[in-house]
C-alpha cells in the first residue's frame, strides 16, 4: 500500500514534469532555460560523467564531509559525554552550544574565508564549526537522558563513578549518540554543498554553480538527483549499521 | 530447586519458630545490643522532603535493630500501604538519593554509619533495570566486573545464579527478548551474585502477575536460606509479607511510622499451598485489621 503510493507520488511528479515541458521549445508551457524535459537531462548525464568529472567530484566533496564531520565527532563527543556527565562542564559549553545550533550557519562562510582562506582546510573547518555544536548538544542529551534506575543500580552493586560513566552511562547513552550522528550527516552534506557553492575548485557543489553560469543546466537537475541519492543511501547504510550494533533497540519492529 | 534441611542452621529464628501457625504473633522487643553490632540499627530517624513550598514528612523517629545472628540473616518484610515511607525507609539503608542522607537520626550498618551506597547492600528495584545492552549473562556479571573478578572466574559465578534462578538457556538474550518475571530473576542473579550481606527489595514482583508472583516468591525464599543475608522486602500484599517474611515491620503514614514488628514462623509449603491453609489465613487477617485499624488509608 505505503509503496504503491510511494511509486505513484514518483511518477505523477515525473509525469507532471514531462507534461509541461513536452513538445518543441516554443510549444512548452515552461521554456527550456527554466526547466528542461526529463529526456534533455538524462542525455546529460554522459558530459557530467566525463566533461564535469562527476566521480572525481563526489569524492572531493565526500572526503571535505568525512573530515569535517569526522573531526565534530571526535571532538564534540567526549566533549558531549564530559559535559553530561559533570554539571560544571556542562555550564561550560551551553553558551557555545546555543551559539553554534542558532546561528544562520550560511553566514559563517565569509569569516570561515578570512580565517581559513580559500583552501581545503576552510572547507573542512567550515562543515566542523557547523555541526560540532549540534554533536556536542546531542551527545549531552543522550548522556543525561539514561535512567537514573540504572545509575542507581549500580551503585548498590558497589560502582563508583569511573564504573558508572565507562558500564552505564556510555554504552546506554551510545545508541541515542550514534542515531543522532547519523542524522546529522545528512546534515553535513546539506552544508558541504553550501561551502562549495561559494568558493570550491572542485566538489559536487561547484559543478553546480559552473553549470548555473556556463551550462549546461541539465547538469545541475543531474547532481540534485546524485546528491539524494547518495545522502539516502548513506543514511540507510548508516541506519542498517546501527540496527547491527544495538539490535536490542530495535525490539518493537 | 531443592530447599536446604532448615537443620544446618540451627540459631536462625526460622527454626525456633513454632511449627504451626497457632497464636504465634508475639510483638518483638528489640533486645539489648550484643558484642557484635546490629545488622541495621536506626536511632530516631526521620525524613523531611521539601517539595516547593511544602514540605513532606516521610519518616517520622523511625527507631529499630535487627540484631546480627551467627550465619544466618532475618527475612524483614517492609508492609503497608502506598505512602508510608517503606521505599524511603529501604533507600535509606542503601544509602541513595534523594532519600539519604535521614534529617535527623542516624542509620547504621554493622554498627557504622552509612555514607551511601555500597554492593553489601545491593538493591533490587521494582522497575526493571537490566541493562538493555547486556545479555543476560553479562547483566548478572555486572557486580562482578566491578568487583574485578577475572572473567572466567565471573562467568562461573554468573552461571551458577543463572542456574539457580532457573535461566539457563537464556544466558545470551538481551533483555527486550524477557518476560517480566525473567528480567526479575536476572535482576535478582546479579544482586545475589556479588554476596551481600543485607539485600534490599522494594516490590521486586509489584509489577509481575499472580502467578509469576508466587513462582518468584518461593524462589526467593530457596535462595536465602541458600545466601543467609539478611533481606528487607518492601511489600504492600499483606499475604506476600505473611508468606516471606520472618518478621513483619508494619507501617503507618504518612508522615510513616514504624508501628510494630510481628515475628511470624516460616511456612514450608509453596505460596499457593499455605493460602489455603486456615491458620495462615488467620495471620492474613489479623494484619490486614492491624493495618486497617489504626491507618485512615485502605490496604487493597
Known sequence: ?253 | MENPKPADAASCPTDESPKNWEGKFEEVETGPQGAVPPVVQFKNVSKEFQRGKERFLALRDVSFVVENLPDCGEFICLLGPSGCGKSTLLRLIAGLEPHFPPSSGEVLVGGKSVAGPGADRAMVFQDYTSYPNRTVLKNVEFGLEIQGKPKAERREIANSWITKVGLQGHENKYPYELSGGMKQRVAIARTLAVRPSIVLMDEPFGALDPETRYAMQELLIDLWKEMQSTVFFVTHSITEAAYLGDRVYLMHGPPGRLVEEIKLPRPEESPLEVESRADFREVVALLKSKIHGKSETTDR
Request: charged residues 15%; glycine residues 8%; aromatic residues 12%.
Open chain 1, 1 to 253: 500500500m505505503a509503496i504503491g503510493l510511494q511509486i505513484g507520488s514518483v511518477a505523477a511528479i515525473l509525469l507532471l514534469w514531462y507534461a509541461v515541458t513536452a513538445g518543441s521549445p516554443e510549444d512548452r508551457i515552461l521554456s527550456p532555460l527554466t526547466l528542461p524535459s526529463p529526456g534533455e537531462v538524462l542525455a546529460q548525464i554522459k558530459s557530467l560523467w566525463f566533461d564535469a568529472a562527476l566521480t572525481r567530484s563526489i569524492g572531493w566533496s565526500m572526503t571535505r564531509i568525512l573530515f569535517g564531520f569526522g573531526l565534530a565527532a571526535v571532538i564534540g563527543i567526549p566533549l558531549g559525554i564530559l559535559a553530561g556527565c559533570l554539571r560544571s562542564v556542562e555550564a561550560v559549553l551551553r553558551p557555545i552550544t546555543v551559539f553554534l545550533r542558532n546561528v544562520p550557519i550560511a553566514a559563517l562562510i565569509p569569516l570561515t574565508l578570512v580565517w581559513f582562506g580559500l583552501g581545503e582546510s576552510q572547507k573542512v573547518f567550515f562543515i566542523f564549526i557547523a555541526c560540532v555544536g549540534f554533536v556536542i548538544f546531542d551527545t549531552t542529551a543522550a548522556v543525561l537522558e539514561v535512567d537514573e534506575r540504572f545509575v542507581q543500580t549500580a551503585t548498590t552493586l558497589g560502582a563508583k563513578r569511573h564504573h558508572i560513566v565507562w558500564k552505564v552511562l556510555i554504552p546506554l547513552a551510545l545508541p541515542a549518540i550514534f542515531n543522532s550522528l547519523r542524522l546529522l550527516f545528512g546534515l553535513a552534506f546539506g552544508y558541504i554543498v553550501l561551502a562549495e557553492l561559494i568558493d570550491a575548485k572542485f566538489g559536487l557543489g561547484y559543478i553546480i554553480q559552473i553549470a548555473q553560469r556556463r551550462g549546461p543546466r541539465e547538469h545541475i537537475y543531474l547532481v540534485l538527483f546524485v546528491i539524494t541519492l547518495i545522502a539516502f543511501t548513506i543514511e540507510r547504510f548508516l541506519f542498517w549499521v546501527q540496527k547491527k550494533l544495538f539490535p536490542y533497540m530495535f525490539a518493537e519492529e
